[in-house]
């Protein structure tokens, strides 16, 4: 089945620690996405990703960082420079890449539950 | 910037209820607009979208939206909800100039009691 894996499921973290959380897709989609929810939040977009070795921030992208040297993978790390990192981190995909147009909207994987400790 | 409202933070029914939450942008250009849902220990599934053609659109499990641009609105209906139905839905925006990244508005809680 294609689809979306993020790993861990529950992570905890001590302050001050950096931490990465593992996305890859086996959809064959171009682009990748890294959003953050929060009670009463919503979704919010941390960084994206249209095309391998090009990525943007998005609207929170302080204190987080983002590598694509793979079409299939998009890791996100959690940086101590993160003042509130606890959340749920959720990772997407779509088949629309480089002009970022979306017709399809966007795959989601299950989640990566983020608690510091 | 572009921003998605939506109105209700929380909405309670009874069982065959009709269901309308609201959803409103602010960006005035063309725009693809997108329903998901999230239940209870789910991963975000696609509900319905449009870009183009009948603003009425249906998607999955009985729920509809309808695209009125005059009034920015892409509201979500259902005219009978289901216990099954409870979930967290979330209204979604793509700019099509801009060619960014979906922005979600903060979501509504939907339960529904049996």
């Known amino acids: 089945d294609g689809g979306i894996t993020q790993s861990p499921k529950y992570l905890f973290r001590k302050e001050g620690q950096n931490v990465t959380l593992s996305c890859e897709q086996n959809l064959n989609h171009d682009a990748m996405y890294w959003y953050r929810q929060d009670p009463g939040q919503g979704l919010r977009l941390i960084y994206y990703s249209q095309i391998v070795n090009d990525f943007q921030k998005g609207d929170i992208a302080e204190g987080y960082s983002v590598s694509r040297e793979k079409k299939e993978s998009f890791p996100l790390t959690v940086t101590s420079a993160q003042k509130n990192p606890t959340a749920f981190y959720l990772c997407?995909?779509?088949?629309?890449?480089?002009?970022?147009?979306?017709?399809?909207?966007?795959?989601f994987g299950s989640g990566t539950r983020l608690t510091v400790v | 910037a572009q921003s998605v409202s939506q109105h209700n933070h929380h909405v309670i029914l009874s069982e065959a209820a009709s269901l309308e939450l609201g959803c409103n942008y602010s960006?005035?250009?063309?725009?693809?607009l997108f329903w998901y849902v999230q239940y209870p220990g789910q991963h975000l599934q696609l509900l319905l979208k449009?870009?183009?053609?009948?603003?009425l659109v249906k998607g999955i499990k009985g729920f509809e939206a309808e695209f009125i641009k005059s009034k920015f609105s892409f509201n979500l209906r259902k005219p009978s909800v289901q216990w099954s139905d409870t979930a967290e839905y979330f209204c979604a925006v793509n700019e099509v100039q801009a060619g960014t990244a979906l922005i979600f508005g903060k979501g509504t809680t939907l339960s529904v009691s049996s």
């Open positions: 449009y870009f183009s053609g009948d603003p």
């Open positions: 997407a995909s779509s088949i629309e890449g480089v002009s970022g147009v979306s017709f399809y909207g966007y795959t």
């Open positions: 960006y005035g250009g063309t725009v693809n």
